[in-house]
């Protein structure tokens, strides 16, 4: 994904709305990485690259599946943290 294309845009608009909706700021978040302000700050601008190792520590952070982040209809609006650890902890269906 192209770091300029309307996809990785999306993702760092989900991104931060995970955060936001959890009620953290940047710098509370940073604290529980271990990282500072900036890193947050940088991840969240797309100024730095967000590796899947990282997506699960902010996920797990913000109480979301790292789905939330990526998938089109994982996180819309209407869908907030609790909603959506509900809906990642419901069995998978056999196909």
Same mark, same amino acid.
Not at 27 to 47: M, W
Not at 61 to 70: D, E, K, L, R, T
């Given at each position: 994904?192209?770091?300029?294309?309307?996809?990785?845009?999306?993702?760092?608009? $989900?991104?931060?709305?995970?955060?936001?909706? @959890?009620?953290?700021?940047?710098?509370?978040?940073? +604290?529980? =990485? *271990?990282?500072?302000?900036?890193?947050?700050?940088?991840?969240?601008?797309?100024?730095?690259?967000?590796?899947?190792?990282?997506?699960?520590?902010?996920? $797990?952070?913000?109480?979301?599946?790292?789905? @939330?982040?990526?998938?089109?209809?994982?996180?819309? +609006?209407? =869908? *907030?943290?609790?909603?959506?650890?509900?809906?990642?902890?419901?069995?998978?269906?056999?196909?």
């Amino acid at each position: 994904m192209a770091r300029n294309s309307s996809e990785y845009a999306t993702f760092l608009r $989900r991104l931060r709305r995970a955060r936001e909706d @959890a009620g953290l700021s940047q710098t509370e978040v940073a +604290r529980r =990485l *271990g990282k500072p302000q900036s890193y947050v700050s940088k991840c969240e601008s797309g100024e730095r690259r967000v590796d899947v190792i990282e997506l699960l520590a902010f996920g $797990r952070i913000y109480g979301v599946p790292i789905g @939330a982040f990526i998938e089109e209809r994982a996180y819309p +609006r209407e =869908l *907030g943290p609790e909603r959506l650890r509900r809906v990642a902890e419901r069995p998978r269906r056999r196909t």
